[in-house]
């Protein structure tokens, strides 16, 4: 089953060289991975800045070596850290006109990210400020609208995930993903994605492992399991956040997640929707 669920399967958050940190794949190894499994796409994704670039090269890459012999496309998208002058809506213009489909929130730059990890505050990228959304983010919104992209949250805390979602509702958007909320570093409650998905329709990534520090990894396949259950097949996206040496590589992970949300009574056709037909809609493929 596993084999069959992997052909046409889209994976939203995955990380390659080059990046500051090693990774297992570079850009065009990944974009094979892809293709020897039958993947559709893979968004890749960098804390340092945009892959929109990147993704272009493949995909050109892909062209010049394999032809029309696969149907496999390669996303990138814009992280508004520090890197990129936090908050840019300048910065996000050019990456969507240049083809990104997403717009990440401050990762290493959030309020959020630094206190968790102990690192000091002066220079991060707020969302909120003085009880506020930022007025540069409503410009960045209004972007994510027209060029009908997906907002995802990646760092920011769950208190700033509810307020960042309900402001982008309120501008329009219909593309949201609250990322990795099971993560610690997140720390988004079981009840708190329950109630976000029940108040917004937004889209839950559950993903792979996260980092425990010292290059080790839990596995949150049981976790993930228990928000499928609680917040419904239908606002869970599965996606690896693949990419780190110590895991395994992209294409093994994802094919362990999926069989073991078969091997713990997941219907197929809820697998496929979470794997394949929510991506498909973020993305624009349903068309």
Not at 89 to 114: C, D, F, I, M
Request: a negative charge.
């Amino acid at each position: 089953m596993t084999k069959k669920m992997m052909n046409g399967i889209i994976d939203m958050h995955v990380h390659s060289n080059p990046d500051i940190r090693h990774r297992a794949y570079n850009d065009f190894e990944l974009m094979e991975a892809g293709i020897r499994v039958g993947a559709r796409a893979i968004v890749i994704k960098t804390h340092q800045g945009t892959t929109v670039d990147r993704a272009y090269l493949c995909n050109r890459h892909n062209e010049i070596v394999h032809g029309k012999d696969n149907n496999f496309t390669m996303f990138g998208g814009i992280t508004l850290n520090r890197q990129m002058g936090g908050i840019n809506p300048y910065a996000v213009e050019s990456g969507l006109k240049l083809g990104g489909k997403v717009v990440w929130l401050p990762t290493q730059s959030a309020r959020n990210h630094a206190r968790k990890t102990n690192q000091p505050e002066d220079n991060c990228v707020d969302v909120i400020r003085d009880g506020k959304i930022v007025p540069e983010l409503l410009d960045v919104f209004k972007l994510i609208k027209d060029f009908d992209v997906v907002l995802a949250t990646a760092h920011v805390s769950p208190e700033e995930c509810f307020r960042v979602t309900e402001a982008a509702k309120d501008a329009g958007i219909d593309k949201i993903v609250i990322t990795h909320p099971e993560w610690s570093l997140v720390g988004m409650s079981l009840d708190e994605q329950v109630r976000i998905v029940k108040d917004y329709d937004v889209i839950l990534e559950h993903c792979f492992a996260q980092p425990l520090g010292g290059g080790k990894y839990h596995s949150n396949l049981s976790m993930n399991l228990e928000a499928i259950k609680a917040c419904g097949y239908k606002n869970v996206m599965v996606c690896t956040d693949g990419g780190q040496v110590e895991n395994p590589y992209w294409e093994i992970a994802l094919e362990q997640y999926v069989q073991y949300l078969f091997d713990h009574g997941v219907p197929e056709n809820e697998i496929y929707h979470m794997t394949h037909t929510i991506q498909e809609r973020l993305l624009g493929l349903d068309s």
